[in-house]
Structures are given as C-alpha cells and as structure tokens.
C-alpha cells in the first residue's frame, strides 16, 4: 500500500507498483529476512534493513566495502561496524515501538527506482496515545558518505514531549544469534559527541586497527524551525547516545532528520576522520536532505536507464528481476577498484563478503555489459591481489599465481581449512585445498569481461600479466604422467562439489589448456601488435620463449575424459564408473526429487551433481563446441543435477535454450528471480543471493535474449522468448557502443545504438551494423 | 507450588509456606515489580531478581553497598554494577528462554528463610523441543564475596548439545528504561579470562575511579563429572562472554554452576582484585556450592532466631511482616561501619542508594532491637561523617555539625537543589535547604540506640561528639527576636513536606530543644562520671562552658507553638490560621480519600498534612507529654492526614494505639506490610520501601505489642493485641540481654531471657526482674 506523505516520491517516474518491495504485515519472526530484503548499499557501504528503534529478532548489520578483519575466527570477513540506525522515540518513558505497541497501521515499502525506504505506522501505545510514525532512509550513491533518516512523527491524541536518542551502536558483533560464532571485530577507540551537537564514534578492526568514524546529528524540525531542546550527550559504553525534547501538540507533525557521515582509513587518515565527518555532517544539514536525496534519485534514474530488464506478460517476475538487479548494481562501485562484490553483496554475513569465482561467471558478465566501469573495477581488484595469488600457488608448491578460492582485502586464502559444525565439532574443509579451477575462472573472467568491453588497455597491460601468472600456474599444476604421455590434474574438485576430490576434472583440465592457449595466443598477438607491451610483459613476469614451448607441450597433452566414441564428456576420470542414478521424478514447479537411491548410498558414489560441471563448461565455452555435443551433454547432465546450489539453474536454464529444451528455463528463472523474495532457500536471512541475482540476469539476457559473443569475437542476438513475453527491452554496453535490444515475442529483434560508436552485430543470423 | 527438586530444600525448617514468596506465571509487565520482590542481599551487595537469560522489560541491578558514583547527574548515586547474573542457554542457536519459548510450566519461588530464590521452568522452543530448567540462586552471607547460580537442565525430548553462555555484562546503566535519566557510572578497565576457565570483568566508577572486579566461572556435571567442552572466551565490549558446549541426553539431568565472587577497591587493592578473585572462585569451586549454601543457611536460621515475629491467626500476614524484615535485615551490615542502609535498600535505584532520616526514625529501632551490631555500624556511619556535616554547617553559615537531608559515601548533601520532571523542565528543590530535622533526628538515633543498647562506650566517646555538634548547630540556627524575647526557627519544613516553608515548626523546634537540652545533660553526667571521656569532648570540640551557658538561655526561649488554652500543639507557626479542611471520607479499607476541597486550593493553603508531624514528636519523645495532651493532638492531625508518605500509617498506627485508639492500626499494618507484595504505591519496581519496613515492625512491636522505653529508661511493654491475632512471639535485645517477648491474644504477656544478663522491665504496670 503506498502511503499518503511519501506517494508523490514513490510514484514519481513509476508507471506500476514493479518498482516496489513492499511489506504490510509485522512479523518478528520475519525481521531476519525482510532486513536482508530492505537493505540499501551505496557500493561503499550497505546495511540491513533494521528499525531505527530496535527489535528482538534482529541482525543489524552494517559494512562497508573493503573493511574486514579476522582476530579469533576462522577467516577475514566484513566487519560489522558500529550501527547508526539507531533513533529512539519515547513518550514518558513509553518507548514508540513497533514491538512495543499495538500495530494500528504497518507498511513498509522498498521504492527499487530511487534506493529509498519507506516506512509508515500508526502505533498505540499502553497508555492509548496513539502516534503516527512516517519515515524513508537512503544511504546516498551521490555523495556515498551521506546517509540519512526521515521520520515524520504525528502524536494523534496527544501533547507533550517526545524525548529522542540518536545512537550510534558500537556493541555489534559479528554472528549474533549465534552462539558458537559470535565475535566482534571492531573495537571502541572514540565515543564523543561529534560537534556541538551529535554523536560520534570511531572504532578499529581488532588485527589491523583499520579505524573507521561514523557521526551523526538528530534534528527536529516544526514548520522548518529546529525544535530540539535539552540535549544531552552520553557515552553508553560502546554506545553512543544524545537526548533530546521534541514538544509535539495533538495533530501536529514534526519531522526528524538524522544526518549520517562515515569514513574509513581507507578514505581518510585515521587523525582526520572525525574532522572530515563532522565537515560532511555541516555540509550535509546545510545543503538539506531533499538535495541530497534529490541527487541520489538522480544517480539512480541514470543507473536503471543502463540497468532495467523490462518485459511485457508478467509484472510480478519483472518486479523480481528488477530486485535481483537492483541490490546487485547496488553493491558495485564504480570508484574504488580495491574491492570486490561479494557472494551476499552487502547485506548479509554469510561467506564474510568474499570473493568467489561467483565474481567471474556470474555476476561480472551483468557489470561487463552494464556497469563496464565497476566491472574493470572487479578486474583491477583481481590484478592487485596478483602477488597475494603468486604467494598462495607458492606456498602449494607451483608456480605462477593460484588464486584463493575465497578473497577478501589482502588476496590470501580466506577459505577456512578447518570449520565448526554447529555441533561443535571440527570438520576438515577441503574447498581451498582441491577446488583450483577458480584460478582459470578469473582468468576467464579477463577474456570475458575484453571481449565484451574490448579494453585492451586493461588486458595488454595488468590482464596480461595475471593471464600468464594463470597459465603459469597451470603448466606447473599439471602432472605428466609417462606411461599414458599425457598431462593430468588429480586430486581436484570441480564446480561439482559433491564429489571431492577426483582425478582429471575436465572442466578444470579443460580450462587449464584453454589458460594455456589463450595465453599463448596473446603473447603472440601482443608481440607482433603491441611490442611495447610485449616487452614490459615479458620482463614483469620473467617469461621466456622456452617457457611458452613447455606450456604449448603441456596443453597439447592435457587429458580430456570422455567417453570413447560418443560426444558425451566426462566429468571426471571415472565418472562413468559410478552408480548411474537418474532423477526421475520433478515436484510441481519441475524442481527435481532428491531420488530414492541416495537413501542408501552417497551423492559421491553416484552420478549425482550438485551443480552443472561439463555443462557449465559448456556454457561458457560454447564456441569451441559443436551444437550436437552441447545437446546431447545437456540432457545427459541435466537429468543427473539436483541444483544443490541458487548457481546452477540459471546455467542450465541458458544452456537449455541454447540447446533448444525451452521446458524449464521460465520456471527456473522465476524459481530464481524468487529466490530471495520468498525466501524459497530458507536462509535469505544470510543476505541476497548475489550470483543466483548474476544468473537471473544471465537467464534473460543470454538465455531468452540470446545474448552471446561467438568465435569471431562479434556480439550475436539471437532471442529464443518465452511464450508467456510479449517483449523484452534492455541495454547493454559492447565494445564502446551503448545498445537498446528489444525483441518481441516472436523473437524478431530490434537493436538501436543509443551512444558511441557505430558496431556490427549479428541478429537472427544476419550481421546488421547499428 | 512447591517443585519436585528443592522440595526438600525449601521445606526444611518450615512448618508453612509463612516462608515463601511464590510467583506462578509469568507476565513480563510484572518483571520489574517482581525483580525487586525477589532481590537478595548480603548485606554487601545486592542483586535484582532479574532472569538469568535475560528479559525485554528488565532492569538487572546489581550494587555493592558503598561504591557511589555521580558523574554527570544531580547526585552520588549507587552506581548499577556489571552484572553476573547471565547464563544462556542454547539448543542449535535456539535460547532457552522465558521469552523465546511457550512456557508449558513456570514458578519462581523466594524462601526467605534461607535467602534462596528457586525457579522452576519447562519451555517448548519453536521446533517443539521441551527443556526443564531448575534452578537456584544465593548470594551467601557466610562470605558475601561468594554467590552462586545453580541450574538443573533436563532435556525432555531431545539429545544433543546445550551450548552455554556464561555472562558478565557491563553494559549495565543506571536509570536504564528513563532515556532522559539514563547514566552509566563505571567504565571499563578489563575484559579478559579469570583464569584457565571463566570470564573476569574490572570497572571502575567514573568520579573517583574506584575499581570493582566480578569474576566467575560456569561449570556443568553429569553425574558428578564436569563435562562442558570448546570453552571459548570472547571480549565482547563490556560484556564477557566464555562459551562452552554441554552434551545432553534426553531424560538425562545436567547440572550447571555459576561461580562468582566480587571484590571492590573498597576491601581490596586494585591491583589484587583479579588475583583475590580468581583465588575466591577456586576455593568456592574446592569447596563446593552445597557447602557454601549450608553456611549461608546457617547464618540465615541464625538471623532468623533473632528477627522473626510470629503471630497466630493470620499467616497471610506474617508471611507479609516477614517479608519486610527479610529484606531490612537483609541489607544491614554487621561487619562494614562505613556503609548506612538506602532508602530503597540494595533492591532499587530511586533515591540512588542514600540515608534519609529514615534510618533514625524507621530502621534503626528495629536494628537496634534486634541487630544491635548492624545499628553500631550506622551510627558509626554518622560518626565518620562528622567532619562532611561541620563542613556543611559552614558552607550554611551555621556552627556545629549540619548533616545532609540525603546521604552517601562522602557525607555531603546529595539532595539535589534542581532535579528535572519527566517533561524535562528544571524544578527548585528545596529540601536540602529548608528540612532541618534530619540533624536532630540524627541525634535523636544515637540516643535512641544508647537507651535500647545501653552502647555507653559509644555514646561517651563517639555519640557524644555528634551530639555536641548538633547541638552546636542548632544554637546557632535559632534566632533571638529580641521584641518577643524568644528563640525562633524560620524558614524551615518540618516533616509534613506539603508546607515547605514554614516559620516556627513544632518538630523542629522541639527537636532543637530537647538536643540542646540532651546534650547539656549528657555532659552534665560525662564531667560527673567519665571525666577523661569529659575532657577529651571538650577538648575536641573546643567547647566552653561560656557556650553551655548560652546553649541554656537558648533551649529555655525557644518557641514551641500551641493554641492558647488548649492541649493542641500548632503544627507550626500560624497553622491554626490555615483553611481547615478536615477529611470526611475513606475508602473500604479506611484509607482516607482526598477531600474535595483541595481541588480549589493547594495543600499548603490548608491544614491537610502529607504525613504526621506533630504526631511523630509525640511518638518519638512520647515520655515527656501528658496522655490526654497526645490523645487530643492525634485526635485532631489525624482528620487532617492524607497518608502521602508510606512512612505515615505506621506512626500513627502505633500512636492510635497509645492513645486508644485501635480502630485503624490492624488496617494500617495490613496496607503498609503489603505495600510492595501486592505494589499498592505502583513503584515496587524501584525497590522495596525500607522506612515502611520498619514502620511495619515498629507497628507490631511498638503498637501492638506495646513495647517503649519510659522516662527511667526502663523497657515496658504493654500489649493492646489485635482482636484477629491469639498470640504474638518475637525477641529483642535490651540492655545486655536477649529477650523473647510473647503475648497472647488477651494482652497477656510472657517475657523470657535467653541469654545475658538479668535485667529489670515494665510488663502491663509491674516490674519484673528477668
């Protein structure tokens, strides 16, 4: 329900209600997940969607980008900082709650089109006063060190004073509703008041005292005119808190601002981040909240002018894409290029906000096409852990540069080797020790993110040198085995991680000769095109002719499994040799039945997979492979993976329509696109589902779109649309053009050039130049 | 209902259940009412009866008696302690808590013969599994530095592992649910392990930097055998936090055990607080909590023989009378003589702790009959304080000793002279300026305790020195009006408040007098009979018999307002002039209701009293009025009392039995024995009333069982028994002797010594030697 103040800012430019996340009932037991739902991100920091007055069932968590920390836990993860959501209301005492009073009106809405949250109540309290509470926050992508609260207050049936606390909350830590795991990462090392009025509190990450401020100013407002009286500041410990009087009369509102500033050390020097705080704070109150926001909104407008997915035939799943685009372009920064997106971007604390190979496969194909700037910005994140990636493959006895399975800010292995059960018993964890293919993924991820943007300043210059630390790495990873005369990687695990670990993966194998390959062929291209380069390159790494012969041996001998005679490829070495067990049976939304067979036995004895391996491969090699083998390996592959993983339906849903099996990829898509906002895995509590949001977009653009760049390097469109689309519209950045492709629901499509220069495209089989 | 576990526990030693407090459901607005009923002191410190896991609506104090603090608020208050009450408890990250779960069985039950709070909770958490948790608590006064959590935790339906949480929280503020009032006293100075095993937390008050320490360690058993695994300790801001995992078996008991001792600066240098500590928990954990509980249920059968007061014919009531002196006995301290017991004892925060007058005229007449060592220490207190109320003498331009209206550790004035309303206006408070009779009362105590205790070492060396200085005071606050040759005090309240200020007020006049007088004929007797005690008060207070002389001439011309003709003493100059509003009307309990009249006027335009005033000086120097004078003044002040203190109904209680008048005592003590059981003032929640305590003692020892001290000094006791009791036992000390008192229901009564010396008393008119 859209609410009377805010209606005009939420309608503005909106032609239906897919722009909206909305809530209308209070459900505590919800809080966890709606606060994942409703957090707002800047690229520089994101938090959770709380309320400003406190709840039971709570996480509120607060990150920035980049500022992480390990002390006794297992691995560096993102910091929960000190909270400044905090704005307490009380009358007489009576904390204006919604867990305190009786919910006479509830909703709070998630406007996607402007990153504003609304929120509206009418609450009673145990004395009967009634008070109306309407408020937004936005956490500013103008200005990222200006966030803000509004809150329009109403006493219904009442006079008197309402008594207010602006807090900044310093006691968070990390994993709070959880025993075993809770630890707090940031320790206290100024709580004071920030000018002559406000709150400031500046705390440093336990291991590397990285500080970080954040201040704050709660002002009243009545017809325009601050109101606020009797202020006084306290130092609560680790909180920090100033109180207020707001007089307030029967029927009359009165508007609260909090005007919010943080900074890192990673801004600003440590000696100075109170100053430049408060400065913000000034600047901010002077300047105003509507300006701030109105130019925040602006920045917006611009970024779903690049972003927005819309299609006619079904409102509801267009709304849900638009929630999985809108929290991931969110979290991606343009500006800072030492920090990556993590696999809950920055509104939850699984996985510590690490870096995964999610970063390459599936999301940067969405920030190469979209947000080609915030992709380089993940591609130079990359480049300068190159030397953490060198120590690692050291350390594990190769060459080159392995990357870690889990990154965080310094690029060393983040991937715990051994965790905690909630059991309280220790478990061996082999990901970081078998799962080496990430290194040939971010290796990947180079090409893609060139082929599409064509930045060969990035890849003859800092891609290059990464490309050939990976194939470096691979030529030293292979082991050549005399009797067969052939290369093999063993003791490995692919994408599939129900088996662990196997011999001869051939996603891995196979991306290992395609690092090699695609290495070479560089060198080659850059020794005769750009010689400069060539050179620099060549003496960064210490690269030699010889060097280039053994890596073309080892590629050339890589073994690739495969089942002798047939087009289908095997997983792994043995593969085939397992219990053959087949999914046979498909629930109502064609989600597959775990089958009866691994009652008894393990996945790992079967043929089982928990997430596409070969087809994976497939998908994002397809070029190199010819249409029947594609199609035979799908059917095979698909009829044997349970997507144990939000990663693996919207690979399987691309590569079905490429192969022309349309049965599944909408409802897979939607299943996707749902993912988080129905909960469906149970744990949306953790934070949004970043890739599965990579792969909705993926689904759409390279699936129903058919989006994809071939061998001759040229961008093809080739729309396969789902019967229930009348149209679809977006628009992509490729090479230095700026696209609109729009295809309607008998696939024709349309491309316009809406900026830069002219390109050639294939569409429908046809090379058109736009 | 009593539970099946401590059935044997409770019922030992106790024919009735005249001994517990029972609560049977549990309703979280009932929290901080029923965290003050269920409070335990040790006379050292005292402890909330908060829920270990924690409570929304909560205010989990703990204080140690003497460590103040005022910081930035209006006076020295009780600084709210780091609280080691918390232990949580979890079954896969799920509390196991009051307030989490569906309560499927609960009670908590105070024995207060022992001084042991037990609760009893079955709780189904929200995946249906169902946890017994009983448990116990003590803080022991065989060594207050020991207390003890002890829980009993049965998983019913359920294997697996309980993690647990063992808590010091230092997060702790006081006035924590008032944002305007809110203040934190101590800050943190360590965070850290007590030792292998258990969490340590040391904070000090902000002012003067006094360090307190709070060390503990949580151990489970099964079958005797400590079994609690992966202990971890996290320093989470000011709260200490070691977790650890319990396996549990369904049907299968474990039994934990909380460890705690405290230390503060006050008993123990702060750089052997935490060794001191650590060296505590080990041997508490050597010796065992049985052992402990043991000692400290000896002490408390101990106390009990002394304090109890048994009556046949109505145990609702007794269990209410004992409840009172459980609390008040509670508090006093035998060991510690520089600590006074606060207003709200150790069981609240409002008045922060301080000594009223109360302590004189309330508490110390049951301290001094029944605890005589505990009494020695608050007069000590006021002793050691001498110098803080010459110096406050001064500061008033007064000679002598000036001791302030509230008192804390330092003895100056900590009645603020501005508090601020609840709607955060500023409002003048006067009585630190204008109540004088605290002094008088002051001295009034140490002769009442010298002719109870007959303590003359103390009243010759000590006493005497207070004495003097009061007297010395009041001269010089007496004011000669040449024109009507007399002495006057004006501008002065007495103690009904609601006539603030007056000229000339009885109470305090008279007061003023008879110390001038006491003292005069005090060294009259020390020159006769303790010479060297003589010489040695001369000497230290400089006093001259010049000054004696002038004291004479003053005490013989002070005015004691009265109506002309007439047994009526005038409550103060021009009382008699006053609008005479007269209350016609009580409720069902006979309570007076508000007379319509004050509606259109002010109190003090009229001659309405909030409490007695003149009543009071006839029940504290009754020996030196004539019957028929205090019969006619209680007959006509109390028509005109509204009962605003609940420290009225029991003076008057005891007066209307002097003077014959039975008709309301029984109501009277009923209401003010119930005051907090059943929170008739609605503010139990700020802790128990410690004068109406001792009002209620008095009530019973003073009115009903008509026990005084007459002119010669001599202890009398005249029963005037309530029609519903048949009996009443209780036992005193007097002189050196140890006394049991009972009467029956026809006023009959029996005096026999215990121990000590024979001594001479008055029963119904005949002297008796026991």
Redesign the interface.
Known sequence: MIRDRFSENIKKDMSTEEWLICQDTYDPQENLKNESLFALSNGYLGIRGSFEEGT?VTLPYLYVNGVFDKS?TFMRELAALPNWLGV?L?V??ELIGI?NCEILEFSRVLDMKHAVLYKQYVLKDKKGRVTKVEGRRFVSRHNVHRMAIELFVTPVNYD??I?A?NIID??I?NFY????F???HM??TANETLGEHGVYIESATRDRHLHVGTGCVLEAYKDGRPVM??R?F??????A?E?G?VPVTEGETVRLVKYVSMYTERECPAYALHTTIKEEVDHFMEDGLETELRFHENVYDAMWEEADVCFEGDPELNRAVRFNIFHLMSTGNETDDRVSVGAKLLTGEEYGGHAFWDIELFMLPFFSYVFPKMAQNMENYRYYLLDAARENAKKNGYKGAQYPWESADDGTEQCPDWTIE???TCYRCYVAMYEHHVTADVAYGIYDYVRITKDLDFLYGRGAEVLTETARFWASRCEYVAEKDRYEINQVTGPDEWHEPVNNNLYTNYFARWNLRYVMSLIRTMKEERPDDYEALMKKTGLKEEELEFWNTVQSKIYLPRKEGTNLLEQFEGYFQLKDVVIDQYDENDWPIRPEALKTCKARETQILKQPDVVLLLHLLGEEFEPELMKENYDYYEKRTLHGSSLSPSIYSVMGLKVGDDSKAYRYLKRAALIDLLNLQKNTREGIHAANAGGVWQTIVFGFAGVSIGKDGILNVKPNMPKEWSSLTFRLHYDNAWLEIRTDGNNQAEVRRLDGAPVGIWINGEKKEI
Do not use: W
Request: glycine residues 10%; proline residues 5%.
């Open positions: 039971r006794e307490r009380y007489e005492k867990e008197g004073i008594e606390e310093g006691t830590v509703d959880a025993p075993r809770k630890v707090k320790y206290l009286r009797n006084m306290h130092a609560f410990g680790e909180q808190v109180f009087d909630p059991d309280g």
